[in-house]
């Protein structure tokens, strides 16, 4: 039987024993005898009776062990002109000054410390801070607005935020104080303390919360902090991700089955071995970079790039072979967003011949679909396996996944490969039956969900439970369609509500739409995920104007300026990321007779595929009328 399967079947036969052999390979304060506490289902937890520390297993048993001199961490920085190496003993320094700082700061054990930084070495110290003292970081994307920063801030309550003066993005320095100061004007919760980090590019006005960084870590300024021993179901971080809604979701991370699944991850399904150069090209900001850029690689003793740039123009679509090159860089993972930016720059992939990869082992490809054509080009140019792996930011690891460490598949363009052990992928038809293969349906996880996944959402049990586990009993709805076929590979063929996946990154419809309907002359707006060569998908949006003088009429100048307010609205409320591709004013929006928006159906029509109408639909001359506009006449009557 081959590695693969007999990993799999054993996972799902015995996860007891499957899961406390993995947790072997993490240091605990007190191992665990149990693994899976299954006395409250629907709500499972991992290790209840385990004590560990996240940023122990990071760092101090790599130097505990004789590997203080290893680099922990490279970051280059082709936007600022920086190159900077972190052993792991100096890694272990900042991170035991940074955790003394924070808890002179007053946070404590169970505080939440909301991170909004750009992509230094101080975001990880922070994080890796933060688990170091059992306190809750929550990392804000430092692309989200303030109006988005002040949401998250309210739902997590932080002690302390720790920002920069400035992020350093392609064309423009991005002032991310003043972003912190009127995300903390607009929330009811008023944090106690910033800690901000001053960058050269632009520094930022102290207030009278702020405290300095830099003054604060000064050697014997502050008592380096120890580790606290925490229960493995203790809270690591919240990390707010986009619903349907726009009020995000806090996913919630425990500390002990989250280092048990990381460590085996990148053992079984990265093929990584301790010493040698991963490269994880995302923002720490998402899920990506929580789990690859800073925890897991650290964990397996790896050396971890965190990379200040993008994939084209700092300076050049060759960067990432560069940093390949100059690193003996075995791994790298990325969007496909990234690859298709560079295959626009660099057609033939003549860049890569600059650059000695030949030690380059593996690419890995996650965030959203990997179309068919990018993993070709990307196989093509670098004659190294391209490898497909789908997930999200709820379950923190892979579903799904070529296990490149336990055994190598035969790739099939398109799909993620396989379902990883401990997840018991399952599609499911509309009456909540088993599809057959090859026929789509919903892709939903078999409960409970392995370690490392989310335990619930931060303070909402029942809005956990709502979102992924009412649809179908006993079962995780990830929210995203596809099928499996006849050998068991996982076709993810996008999401089925309205969440959108712009560039690898999530955003809602719902908080777009909110920023949209807030403009006086927006009766009510819908907006649709429209599919783009680059991005994968873009936000376009559909408003209706108020009725009534003003805005009847309008002339093209009118409408233009109008558009013009409509996409800075967005930028200002929700963030750049989510810059509207297009506005379109139309008459009405087609609806179902109970009020649905029938926004699936517009995005059909927009992307030209076939887009069956729904029969309760109220008003089946709507969608004709916008057949002109979304590019598309012809729909079918279904
Ligand atoms: N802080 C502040 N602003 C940010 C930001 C950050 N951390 N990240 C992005 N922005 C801004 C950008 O400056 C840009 O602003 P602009 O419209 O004023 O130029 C806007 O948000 C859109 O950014 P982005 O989506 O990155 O588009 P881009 O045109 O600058 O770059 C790509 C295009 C393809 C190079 C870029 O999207 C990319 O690198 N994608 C890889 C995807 C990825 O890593 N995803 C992570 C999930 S795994
Ligand atoms: P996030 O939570 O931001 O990581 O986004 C998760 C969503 O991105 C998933 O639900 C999918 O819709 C999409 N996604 C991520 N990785 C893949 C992949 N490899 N293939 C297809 N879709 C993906």
Redesign the pocket.
Known sequence: MSSYVEQYRRSMSGPEGFWLDAAEAVDWFRKPKKALDDQQPPFYRWYPDGQLNICYNALDRHVIKGDADRTALIYDSPVTDTKRSYSYAELLDLVGRAAGVLRALGVERGDRVVVYLPMVPEAIVTMLACARIGAVHSVVFGGFAPAELATRIDDAQPKVIVTASCGVERSRVVPYKPMVDDAIERAQHKPERVLLVQRPQLEAEMGERDIDWATAMKPGAVEPAGCESMLATDPLYVLY?SGTTGKPKGIVRDHGGYTVALQWSMTNVYGMSPGEVWFTASDVG???GHSYIVYAPLIAGCTTVLFEGKPVGTPDASTFWRIIAENDVKALFTAPTAFRAIKKEDPDGALVAGHDVSGFRTLF??????DPDTWQWATDKLDVPVI??????ETGWPIASNLVGLEPLPIKPGS?TVPVPGYDVQILDSQGQQAPAGTEGAVCIKLPLPPGTLPTLWQDDARYESSYLSAYPGYYL???GGYLDDDGYLF?L??TDDVL?VAGH?LSTGGIEAALAGHPAVAECAVIGVADPLKGQVPRALVVLKAGDQWADLDDAALEQLRGELGRRVREEVGPIATLQQVDVVAALPKTRSGKILRKTMRQMADGQEAPVPSTIEDATVLDALARILGREGTSQG
């Open positions: 991700t998402w899920v990506v490809m996650a965030g959203e679909r990997l497909d792996n789908w997930w999200q930011t993620a990830t929210g995203d993810v996008g999401r996946n999530r």
